[in-house]
Nanobody, 123 residues
């Protein structure tokens, strides 16, 4: 069974930085679109950042408006890992961050979710 292993969450002060990691061993990782989502307390899950796989034009990235310029998503296909570098963190970034792998091409329809890692931004 495919496991999505997230790490890097924790407590950070406003203005600080964190880097989240999401490893998905056992899949043809480069074929998957990878994304980060977050669920703030009491709110719906929302897309934070996405990076395309091998079947996506230019490995396109996509960001929520309120994280553009602060967050960067990147991937290392040799390690089956996607990262979310978060800078200038704000209290409103506090959320459970979840990693998603969505297959494309011949693995379209396959979808895997991590359990989430908690990011708390507070002084």
């Amino acid at each position: 069974q495919v496991q999505v292993v997230e790490s890097g969450g924790g407590l950070v002060q406003p203005g600080g930085s964190l880097r989240l990691s999401c490893a998905v061993p056992g899949i043809k990782f480069s074929w998957y679109d990878m994304s980060w989502h977050r669920q703030r307390p009491g709110e719906q899950r929302e897309l934070v950042a996405r990076i395309g796989g091998s079947f996506s034009r230019g490995a396109a990235t996509d960001y929520a408006d309120d994280v553009k310029g602060r967050f960067t998503v990147f991937r290392d296909n040799t390690k089956n890992t996607v990262y979310l570098q978060m800078l200038s963190l704000k209290p409103e970034d506090t959320a459970v961050y979840l990693c998603n792998a969505a297959g494309a091409g011949s693995v379209r329809g396959r979808n895997y979710w991590g359990e989430g890692t908690l990011v708390t931004v507070s002084s």
